[in-house]
């Protein structure tokens, strides 16, 4: 950890702690917007998006709890890991089975420690889950079309020599402008696709979801 004399410290590895604080700032993020994404699911899918996201993260931290009975997870891994089989278990839907192998990928991903290069191979990971599991691409208006900038932001970052807060803010800032850029598309996959031209002029609600999931990642490392 290089103390740079002038300016603040830079931490430059992700911690455990900084995994759970995450993971618990995601869950608060998801039930503060769980009326919003319900919305956005109303206008183009089923409207449950908001409650499969709100109920899968308060499982997760639920099983965080120490009161649990849980072991407490001894690395950024298997935080992910536990993230990844609870959501693959109670969220229902397209989001479940897709947002579980997001995070079972970017576990596989992560292990050892967490600098810049992981921080992007993390992201990596989870839209290679996405991708794997949802055979979508960029611009059929699915959270691929957040998931996408937000890996290329964080490897420029990463590669422009970033710490790792400041590749997380990349991602999640990239992530936020691609799902604002899914309001003009037309759905191509998933159930907004049953809609037809009727899916252009929404915002994709796990592409918002997913701008929500990193930018809790992002101000979990201080960023
Ligand atoms: P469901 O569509 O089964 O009701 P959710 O409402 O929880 O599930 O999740 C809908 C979100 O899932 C969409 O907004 C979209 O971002 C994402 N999605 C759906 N199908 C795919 C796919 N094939 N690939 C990637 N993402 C997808
Ligand atoms: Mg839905």
Known sequence: RPFV???EPVSETLSVAWALAWIRGAQAVLADHRMEL????RAIGDGDHGENMDRGFKAVVAKLDPASGNPEP?????????????????VGGAAGPLYGTAFLRAAKAVDGEVDADAVVALI???LEGIV??????????????????????AKEAALAGAAPAAVLRAAADAATAGAEATIPMLATKGRASYLGERSIGHKDPGATSTAYLLDAAAKAAGA
């Not at 319900?38 to 699911?41: K, R, T, V």
């Not at 691929?144 to 932001?153: K, L, R, Y």
Request: proline residues 2%; charged residues 20%.
């Open 74 to 90: 001894a690395s950024v891994q298997d935080v992910l890991k536990l993230v990844a089989s609870t959501l693959m278990s109670t």
């Open 124 to 126: 990596a990971g989870g």
């Open 38 to 41: 319900i919305d956005l699911d």
């Open 132 to 153: 794997a599991r949802g055979k979508a691409t960029t611009g059929e208006k699915t959270m691929v079309d957040a998931w996408t900038p937000a890996h290329e932001a």
């Open 5 to 7: 004399v002038g300016s």
